[in-house]
């Protein structure tokens, strides 16, 4: 009988008794698959405590729908990173195949319910996005947006004044 390795895909070839307990083709392939699915425990086990536990996410329905870190493996690949975690692409949506990604801290908070998204010359972004691209503050847009005096484009276009310094 023929298996293939669950960490490399090699082709093992075993007797069909062994089926049920052989999934590796070295205790080195297998050790490297279970530092992979012990390093994505803590990740599968916050999802499953903010769709169970976070006020709000039971009204909106949000579910985890992964059941295993070998799972979340598969849908994910390694993690890219010590700065990068779990993120879901619509925010509505459940934890599942094709809703989740490897996303740092700034990529998900441009990702939240709560922005303030400012379309510009065909172009949306958040808050903290244009910031970004314009080099002015996030706290002066804000003010700016807040205000009825400033339009989307002298919003974006006017630099910030400058203060006196002591």
């Known amino acids: 009988m023929q298996i293939s390795c669950k960490n490399c895909g090699t082709a093992i070839r075993i007797r069909a008794s062994r089926a049920n307990r052989t999934k590796f083709c070295s205790m080195a392939c297998r050790r490297e698959f279970q530092a992979l699915t012990h390093e994505l425990k803590p990740h599968l086990k916050a999802m499953r405590f903010r769709c169970r536990y976070r006020e709000g996410w039971a009204d909106r329905g949000i579910q985890c729908l992964i059941t295993s870190t070998e799972e979340l493996l598969a ?21 599942e195949a094709g809703n989740i990604r490897w996303a740092t801290h700034k990529q998900q908070m441009n990702n939240r319910t709560n922005n303030i998204f400012i379309t510009y010359q065909e172009r949306t972004l958040t808050l903290q996005q244009w910031a970004d691209e314009t080099g002015i503050s996030k706290h002066c847009l804000h003010y700016r947006h807040l205000s009825p005096h400033w339009s989307v484009e002298k919003m974006l276009t006017t630099p910030p004044r400058k203060t006196r310094s002591s």
């Open 75 to 95: 849908i994910l690949g390694p993690k890219p990173g010590p700065g990068f975690s779990v993120d879901r692409i619509d925010v509505n949506g459940n934890y």
